[in-house]
């Protein structure tokens, strides 16, 4: 199974909107419509923990097992965010804000194989 294959059937099973994919990145959402607002960052953080898992029991290539399996790195942010269909030739779906942004620098910042969440995340979570 390929990566992409295998994130998308994650978000399925913990109620993650796939917003895009870009290059190597993908970006999901939660709780858009206020619905999940109690659930909303266990299900990130569940789906975050099965793709770490996951990803790490697929081999980078088949062909060639001694290059290992793919380690992936999530980030992870809870905030407000703007969303809005974008364009009219094509239009995409997309989620602009300080809270994606804050996500993406998560993801940037973590290790291979590794979560890193943000403290507003890490707080709700708490509890």
């Known amino acids: 199974m390929k990566v992409s294959e295998m ?3 994650l978000a399925d099973k913990h109620h993650i909107f ?19 607002y ?19 029991e697929i081999l980078i290539d088949e062909d060639n097992p001694s290059l290992g399996y793919v380690q992936i790195r ?7 965010v703007v969303s809005n ?8 779906y997309g989620i602009f804000g300080d809270t994606v942004n ?11 194989g590794k979560i890193h969440c943000s403290f507003a995340s890490a707080q709700l979570l708490k509890t």
């Open 74 to 80: 999530v980030g992870f942010n809870s905030g407000p």
């Open 38 to 56: 109690d659930t909303h960052v266990k299900q990130v953080a569940e789906y975050a923990q099965d793709a770490v898992r996951a990803a790490s």
């Open 7 to 9: 994130l998308d059937r």
């Open 102 to 112: 804050t996500a993406s620098r998560m993801e940037s910042n973590s290790m291979p």
């Open 85 to 92: 269909a974008i364009g009219s030739l094509n239009p995409r």
């Open 18 to 36: 796939k917003v895009e994919t870009i290059g190597d990145a993908c970006m999901g959402v939660t709780n858009l419509d206020g619905s999940e």
